[in-house]
């Protein structure tokens, strides 16, 4: 499958961007699908996860309450809705999928496809 993320671009603090990640190629496979992100000199970090069936989603701590993860299965895609944005939030943004059902991950060696970034940046 191949992954196309697009959305990012330069916002406000306290502002918000939607993220969207479309899949194409073998989207008959069931997929659980990321969000990750890395910023210069740091390493790429766990956003937000959310299974095939989309019952099941995790974010991390740093963005949990701000953040919504979320996917169109008629457009094959997934989305990030990210509010409330802070400086700290700055990083290129990856989204990844995973063949396989119910189960999500939050560790980048899990995922087996990824798509190319896209910047968020952030400015005070």
């Known amino acids: 499958v191949q992954l196309q993320a697009s959305g990012g671009g330069l916002v406000q603090a306290g502002g918000s961007l939607r993220l969207s990640c479309a899949a194409s190629?073998?989207?008959?496979?069931?997929?659980?699908m990321a969000w990750f992100r890395q910023a210069p000199g740091k390493e790429r970090e766990f956003v937000s996860t959310i299974n095939w069936v989309g019952d099941s989603t995790f974010y991390a701590a740093s963005v949990k309450g701000r953040f919504t993860i979320s996917r169109d299965y008629a457009k094959n895609t997934m989305y990030l809705q990210m509010n409330s944005l802070k400086p700290e939030d700055s990083a290129a943004y990856y989204c990844a999928a995973k063949a396989t059902y119910e189960s999500i991950y939050i560790r980048a060696r899990n995922y087996d496809y990824w798509g190319q970034g896209t910047q968020v940046t952030v400015s005070s």
């Open positions: 190629g073998r989207t008959g496979t069931r997929y659980t």
